[in-house]
């Protein structure tokens, strides 16, 4: 187990100072949370990145992995609107196998999270900079802030009428270019294998009759029925996929569209050219989406984020699907890739799922305050 | 205590149950015949005249993470277990040979009930609906975490949950505990009888007892030697290889 050592007080007080001018209330969610919300959330993934505890009562928790979940839990519990909190403290992360040499598994992190406040570009690069103005009184002359924005290519299947199973497969394999090929292709022929036996007769039957001799196999005996799901649901499914190859598939044209922005990469200008360019040429139409990217970006530099230490990738994505839309990244080049300085973004869609407001906005970003500091040595 | 250069080899085989008689007839197959030392508890044992190979008998679970952390230099158990310790074990242990013996498969099954079900695919998208629908992930027991991980991985399903399940996993789905499980099977009858089925592609790993060496101890000459006089040829090779890459 490697911890991190403490940072000199004077470090620390200058990568904390943009946090305590941000207006946000201090606040220290507990260390131990629930194991199975965590997992519910992030999937199985995640298991293996996590210290579980557990105490004699055989509840089982783990050590907070980072802070955005148990924050977002406690607004949501104040009922408050709106809230803009910070927060300073430990986090656990078991290191992955052949990391264990350079990855510290107990580590400060130190954040701010916005709930409720107006989005938009304006917004968004303000909680960026604020990571930046931080990352920087580390020290560090290498940094960089990678940007992205997932709404592009979302915006880009719903113009395509991509239907939702294929879109959401596509969406979550963006940033690992073979699963986004293969997402693609499955879009392209969504027909499976053919039916066989009772589930190709159930396929092609009236939805009640279909409904009706599949529970009366299953009271026969044929079939135990076994399993938490209706015999409607069931059916309903098996008719739907008869109707897959009628379903809109999608064409070469159409995935190579998908492939080729999201390997756009590069200064912001020019990825948002490319990005421009490559719409046009297959005549999607997104409306303002490039635009608040284009926006965004001006506001950065507004914010004082240099121009020549930024860049955007339409391919960006987090692997935690709650974050959505904007979405950034600090790097310096003393850390490998997947060991960013700083990192944040939007995550309405995790508010949602955890009980919060339909349509509430979530935003935040956090440092590493350890590897923002430039004295550190490895 | 040895000399390392004299060091005995240390081997570890099944304790008890189906698997110990058939390691032990594998043995008799080479020549080789197990004796017990001295020490009324029965976890050491010999080869009868055999001195330079020091024999451990444990479970097939404790083996396989005593090769993994290189506290013995081989070992036979399941290649399930092997494989179950986790991505990247193949850095650690290097898999000599198969036995032929203890073949079981470790399978994906889901209820016969859901006759939609037949594949991995099929399971992507309802665990994807499910989840959608009533907030809650579709949940597989198991006991095999790391082969269930990278197995579904694989295929791009992300939406479930493993529900740790020590015995009888076949009986979760039934008790209301999980709606699909990753067990090992041998007929597939147990699976049958509990109302399930394995889906199409739902093979994750067709497993036999397995004769494995750990990368994570030193190996001397002498013990490599000793090593050799139980393997055969294919499996020395491999041995050499990976003792000469590590």
Same mark, same amino acid.
């Given at each position: 187990?490697?911890?991190?050592?403490? +940072?000199?007080?004077?470090?620390?007080?200058?990568?904390?100072?943009?946090?305590?001018?941000?207006?946000?209330?201090?606040?220290?969610?507990?260390?131990?949370?629930?194991?199975?919300? +965590? +997992?519910?959330?992030?999937?199985?993934?995640?298991?293996?990145?996590?210290?579980?505890?557990?105490?004699?009562?055989?509840?089982?928790?783990?050590?907070?992995?980072?802070?955005?979940?148990?924050?977002?839990?406690?607004?949501?519990?104040?009922?408050?609107?709106?809230?803009?909190?910070?927060?300073?403290?430990?986090?656990?992360?078991?290191?992955?196998?052949?990391?264990?040499?350079?990855?510290?598994?107990?580590?400060?992190?130190?954040?701010?999270?916005?709930?409720?406040?107006?989005?938009?570009?304006?917004?968004?690069?303000? #909680?960026?900079?604020?990571?930046?103005?931080?990352?920087?009184?580390?020290?560090?002359?290498?940094?960089?802030?990678?940007?992205?924005?997932?709404?592009?290519?979302?915006?880009?299947?719903?113009?395509?009428?991509?239907?939702?199973?294929?879109?959401?497969?596509?969406?979550?394999?963006?940033?690992?270019?073979?699963?986004?090929?293969?997402?693609?292709?499955?879009?392209?022929?969504?027909?499976?294998? %053919?039916?066989?036996?009772? %589930?190709?007769?159930?396929?092609?039957?009236?939805?009640?009759?279909?409904?009706?001799?599949?529970?009366?196999?299953?009271?026969?005996?044929?079939?135990?029925?076994?399993?938490?799901?209706?015999?409607?649901? #069931?059916?309903?499914?098996?008719?739907?996929?008869?109707?897959?190859?009628?379903?809109?598939?999608?064409?070469?044209?159409?995935?190579?569209?998908?492939?080729?922005?999201?390997?756009?990469?590069?200064?912001?200008?020019?990825?948002?050219?490319?990005?421009?360019?490559?719409?046009?040429?297959?005549?999607?139409?997104?409306?303002?989406?490039?635009?608040?990217?284009?926006?965004?970006?001006?506001?950065?530099?507004?914010?004082?984020?240099?121009?020549?230490?930024?860049?955007?990738?339409?391919?960006?994505?987090?692997?935690?699907?709650?974050?959505?839309?904007?979405?950034?990244?600090?790097?310096?080049?003393?850390?490998?890739?997947?060991?960013?300085?700083?990192?944040?973004?939007?995550?309405?869609?995790? +508010?949602?799922?955890?009980?919060?407001?339909?349509?509430?906005?979530?935003?935040?970003?956090?440092?590493?305050?350890?590897?923002?500091?430039?004295?550190?040595?490895? | 205590?040895?000399?390392?250069?004299?060091?005995?080899?240390?081997?570890?085989?099944?304790?008890?149950?189906?698997?110990?008689?058939?390691?032990?007839?594998?043995?008799?197959?080479?020549?080789?015949?197990?004796?017990?030392?001295?020490?009324?508890?029965?976890?050491?044992?010999?080869?009868?005249?055999?001195?330079?190979?020091?024999?451990?008998?444990?479970?097939?679970?404790? !083996?396989?993470?005593? !090769?993994?952390?290189?506290?013995?230099?081989?070992?036979?158990?399941?290649?399930?277990?092997?494989?179950?310790?986790?991505?990247?074990?193949?850095?650690?242990?290097?898999?000599?040979?198969?036995?032929?013996?203890?073949?079981?498969?470790?399978?994906?099954?889901?209820?016969?009930?859901?006759?939609?079900?037949?594949?991995?695919?099929?399971?992507?998208?309802?665990?994807?609906?499910?989840?959608? &629908?009533?907030?809650?992930?579709?949940?597989?027991?198991?006991?095999?975490?790391?082969?269930?991980?990278?197995?579904?991985?694989?295929?791009?399903?992300?939406?479930? &949950?493993?529900?740790?399940?020590?015995?009888?996993?076949?009986?979760?789905?039934?008790?209301?505990?999980?709606?699909?499980?990753?067990?090992?099977?041998?007929?597939?009858?147990?699976?049958?009888? $509990?109302?399930?089925?394995?889906?199409?592609?739902?093979?994750?790993?067709?497993?036999?007892?397995?004769?494995?060496?750990?990368?994570? !101890?030193?190996?001397?000459?002498?013990?490599?030697?000793?090593?050799?006089?139980?393997?055969?040829?294919?499996?020395?090779?491999?041995?050499?290889?990976?003792?000469? $890459?590590?």
């Amino acid at each position: 187990m490697r911890a991190e050592p403490p +940072l000199p007080t004077a470090a620390m007080k200058a990568i904390r100072a943009p946090f305590l001018e941000a207006g946000a209330m201090l606040i220290d969610p507990p260390v131990i949370q629930p194991l199975n919300e +965590l +997992l519910d959330l992030a999937g199985e993934t995640m298991r293996a990145r996590l210290f579980i505890v557990q105490g004699e009562n055989g509840a089982e928790a783990c050590l907070r992995p980072d802070f955005t979940v148990p924050v977002t839990r406690a607004h949501i519990a104040s009922g408050a609107p709106s809230g803009r909190y910070r927060y300073e403290g430990k986090a656990f992360r078991v290191a992955r196998k052949g990391d264990e040499a350079s990855h510290f598994e107990e580590f400060i992190q130190m954040g701010l999270e916005a709930y409720g406040e107006r989005k938009d570009p304006p917004a968004d690069a303000a #909680i960026a900079a604020i990571a930046w103005r931080s990352v920087v009184a580390g020290g560090r002359r290498d940094l960089a802030m990678h940007l992205g924005d997932t709404r592009i290519v979302a915006d880009v299947l719903r113009v395509l009428e991509t239907p939702p199973r294929p879109a959401a497969r596509i969406m979550r394999a963006l940033g690992r270019p073979a699963a986004l090929s293969a997402a693609l292709d499955k879009a392209k022929s969504p027909a499976g294998e %053919a039916r066989e036996g009772l %589930a190709a007769e159930l396929a092609l039957m009236a939805e009640s009759a279909a409904v009706r001799k599949l529970e009366e196999a299953w009271a026969s005996g044929e079939l135990e029925a076994v399993g938490g799901r209706s015999a409607l649901e #069931i059916v309903a499914r098996l008719r739907l996929g008869a109707q897959a190859a009628k379903e809109r598939r999608m064409t070469d044209s159409e995935a190579t569209l998908i492939t080729d922005l999201s390997v756009i990469s590069g200064a912001p200008d020019a990825a948002l050219d490319q990005a421009r360019a490559v719409l046009t040429r297959a005549r999607i139409d997104i409306g303002a989406s490039l635009d608040t990217v284009a926006e965004r970006t001006r506001a950065l530099v507004a914010e004082g984020v240099p121009a020549d230490r930024l860049s955007l990738g339409f391919g960006f994505r987090r692997p935690f699907s709650y974050y959505a839309g904007f979405l950034f990244d600090i790097t310096s080049g003393a850390f490998g890739p997947g060991h960013a300085v700083a990192a944040g973004g939007r995550y309405d869609p995790l +508010l949602r799922q955890l009980g919060g407001p339909v349509g509430g906005h979530a935003v935040g970003c956090m440092v590493r305050p350890f590897r923002a500091w430039s004295g550190a040595s490895q | 205590m040895s000399e390392p250069q004299t060091a005995p080899l240390i081997l570890a085989l099944p304790s008890k149950g189906r698997l110990k008689e058939q390691c032990e007839e594998w043995l008799a197959s080479v020549g080789l015949e197990l004796t017990p030392t001295g020490g009324g508890r029965g976890y050491t044992a010999a080869l009868k005249g055999v001195p330079d190979v020091s024999v451990q008998l444990l479970s097939a679970g404790s !083996i396989a993470a005593a !090769i993994d952390a290189g506290e013995v230099h081989l070992g036979v158990t399941g290649e399930d277990l092997l494989r179950e310790r986790g991505e990247g074990v193949e850095a650690r242990v290097a898999l000599l040979q198969g036995l032929g013996f203890g073949r079981a498969d470790v399978v994906v099954a889901a209820p016969k009930a859901w006759v939609d079900v037949e594949t991995m695919a099929d399971v992507d998208e309802v665990a994807h609906d499910f989840l959608a &629908r009533t907030g809650a992930r579709l949940r597989v027991a198991t006991k095999y975490f790391s082969l269930t991980r990278a197995w579904f991985a694989a295929h791009g399903v992300v939406d479930y &949950r493993i529900v740790g399940s020590a015995g009888a996993t076949e009986g979760a789905p039934a008790a209301g505990a999980a709606e699909l499980i990753v067990d090992i099977t041998t007929t597939g009858a147990t699976l049958e009888a $509990n109302g399930l089925k394995i889906l199409r592609d739902g093979v994750i790993l067709r497993s036999q007892a397995n004769l494995a060496a750990s990368l994570a !101890i030193p190996w001397s000459a002498s013990q490599r030697a000793a090593a050799e006089r139980l393997i055969n040829e294919q499996a020395a090779t491999i041995l050499q290889t990976r003792l000469a $890459n590590g």
